[in-house]
């Protein structure tokens, strides 16, 4: 897809490696999801798992050469996995070197989760000569089923030999599960003369829902910037990024954005809310938007990406509660993968939003690289020409317009359609 | 499906006309949904529109004998249909004697649906000899479309003169919309050594969600009672039995639900809230309740029933919104339908939902026809039986229960799995 680039940043190459001293890899360790009763089975059957070919990369990791600032969001969800609460004590000194991070399993709703999510890091510290405590770690996966150790315990070995400056994609390869497309990004900012780097990767495209700190994300960049200003320019992006994407309303227990900057690009290190931070975080907005984007658009069975404008709203929170309301709907999810221009669905949900508005006031037109049309004016469908709409419809991103002609809010949230395919996916993930 | 019986009622046929003196019946007068530039064309041709054998009644009336007290609740959606606006207005004076309902054009988001609505109504009222103000007015159908008159002008006639007091089969028939099967129920109880009888019918199989007075749900009754009275046994009964249903999360334009009771059952008129209301009270809750669930069984695609059980909470609020929680998930609701007991996915949407609890006290459990087995102990998931799962998976009404272990509060919420049907429905539902 097309990347939208707001202000003063270049698109680069390289992901979670592109900025200078970040090294990264992934391996097939050998994680399997199994019923509870067979797990002890699988764990010895683990211990002389043999990767093959067909088999994705399952463990991942990202270490900086030196210590990095580092600022985490987390899910919102009450059920949060294990090493959620593990990375949470880690980064409570705002100081981090290194990821480590599984996918298959989740480490989540089990009787053990903490110890092992603990021992994830013991074992990536060993190896790295790091302190425990430097390490970030995260799992992805099945939820309520006990993670086998062994299998990660002996691919910490190959996985740390193999970590490389150009390892990007092999780490994103081991964090997929249900994504379709590896999704990452890195950009180029300037700070004080000093060329900074920034790249991202993310991984997720179910259990994907506004109002959590959505699926897991790791950023890297080599601009230095204090853990504060870190923490800050990330909760502030991510709220209108990646909060505001959702595929199926359902909200992850695992779900975790985290950065790391190393601060050897040599700018003037940001302490304050100054014209650096600034810049440095515009260029996170452009990696959180293109990232925000590109999980929408790859929600699980997606064909369609779906993005919803509101314009013209009270203030911006309004703008927002209208437009999840509109990505979220299931009825327009279904509308849009069927390619039928049912205007009427669109202000249905925008009426059952939670947010207030004088419905007779809104008007709704839709847009794509095929197009544009009006659909409604002041509350009303209009009589549109059902060949221009179908002719818009007919491209993979739609965007739907909202205005509700009253202030200068805005807000822009971002969906998918709703197919056979995420009903297929969902039916059976375990097996 | 097996009916729920609470309490001292006895389930009747008949539906709306199992109570004595209501006649209702349903015609095919020829309304059809056309894209808006053709509708003028559309109107002319309605003018002589055949009905044929194929097509399904589309015009609905019930008419009660005498004068009954009346009490409506209608949908939370700030876009409201014509007609809910319209019937507003008619049952200020809580007094209604007729409704007249279509299906397939919802007359809402049209520029001259108010005008149209009491068109209906006029048209009733001059053919029944009655009051326009006694007519309650609804539609059900496509948003945004012009709804052409003279089809329901032309209809009137066979519609009144076809009237009976077994017409509720033809009657339901003509609020169907994508409903696969016809919804009514009726019971008999008794106030003070009085026989009465209280039927009804619904329609709804999409646009179904919680906090709306949901789809469109006719109720009729011989039962004396004052219309405060009505209002609050319809209020109260409405929030934990329709509200408490979800299909898609979509909550409608259109949606009603509105109960005539005439009092012609010679029982002393229920004015307060003595022991007749509380026994009037359970005769309704009998009705929406069972009503719910065939509307949840219904829902639009699905397979099966999910019935949510929340006990344990601190409070009923805190009950009602876990279950609420459960039964919407886009991921649970998949799951079901592929018969996969992730149990994962359960806890999951139980921790996103929006209340206070400790999630490591919660257990889960799930049951059927074909047995029970706990899935869930104390936040974690239990080394359970995959076979038995599979089997208590197989049934078509799956219950699943969830113990906060924390307070006395309790709630039932529906829903129904999420299938390719659903998709495939809503893909093209104007076409």
């Known amino acids: 897809m097309d990347l939208k680039k707001i202000g003063n940043v270049k698109f680069v190459y390289g992901g979670v490696c592109a900025p200078r001293g970040f090294k990264a890899n992934g391996v097939q360790c050998g994680l399997a999801h199994k019923p509870l009763g067979e797990m002890a089975e699988a764990n010895a059957a683990a211990n002389n798992a043999v990767p093959t070919a067909k088999k994705k990369n399952d463990l991942a990791m990202i270490v900086a050469d030196t210590e990095c600032t580092a600022a985490a969001v987390y899910t919102t969800n009450k059920v949060k996995g294990a090493p959620i609460l593990v990375t949470k004590e880690h980064l409570a000194d705002g100081k981090a070197r290194a990821v480590i991070v599984n996918s298959v399993n989740a480490n989540t709703c089990n009787p053990d989760g903490y110890e092992k999510a603990t021992k994830m890091c013991q074992l990536a510290a060993e190896a790295l000569g790091l302190d425990e405590k430097d ?130 690009a040599g700018n003037e290190k940001i302490t304050t809310e100054n014209e650096d931070f600034g810049v440095f975080s515009n260029a996170l907005y452009n990696i959180l938007l293109n990232l925000a984007r590109m999980m929408a658009k790859d929600g699980e069975g997606a064909t369609k990406l779906i993005e919803c404008a509101v314009t013209g709203a009270a203030d911006e929170k309004t703008a927002e509660t209208v437009a999840k309301s509109v990505v979220c709907s299931s009825l327009l999810k279904s509308m849009i993968f069927g390619e039928d221009a049912n205007a009427g669905r669109i202000y249905c949900a925008v009426g059952y939003s939670d947010a207030e508005f004088d419905i007779s006031n809104v008007d709704i037109d839709m847009s794509s690289k095929s197009g544009s049309i009006a659909l409604g004016r002041k509350g009303c469908v209009t009589a549109f020409d059902e060949d221009v709409a179908k002719k818009v419809l007919s491209e993979d991103e739609i965007q739907i317009i909202v205005s509700l002609g009253e202030g200068p809010g805005t807000a822009v949230c971002w969906g998918c359609d709703l197919t056979y395919d995420y009903v297929k996916i969902n039916g059976d993930y375990r097996s």
Chains 1, 2 share one sequence.
């Open 135 to 264: 390490i970030i770690v995260a799992s992805t996966g099945v939820i309520g089923q006990v993670l086998p150790i062994e299998p990660i315990a002996s691919g910490i070995k190959p996985l740390v030999e193999g970590l490389s400056y150009g390892g990007n994609k092999s780490a994103l390869e081991a964090i997929m599960t249900t994504d379709t497309m590896p999704k990452e990004v890195a950009v180029e900012f300037e700070l004080g003369g000093k060329t900074c780097v920034m790249g991202a990767m993310l991984k997720g495209s179910g259990m994907i829902h506004p109002n959590m700190a959505t699926t897991l994300t790791f950023i890297t960049t080599d601009a230095d910037i204090s853990a504060e200003m870190l923490q800050r320019a990330l909760s502030d992006n991510v709220k209108v990024t990646l909060n505001r994407a959702s595929v199926d309303g359902d909200t992850s227990t695992n779900d975790m954005v985290c950065v790391m900057a190393s601060g050897t």
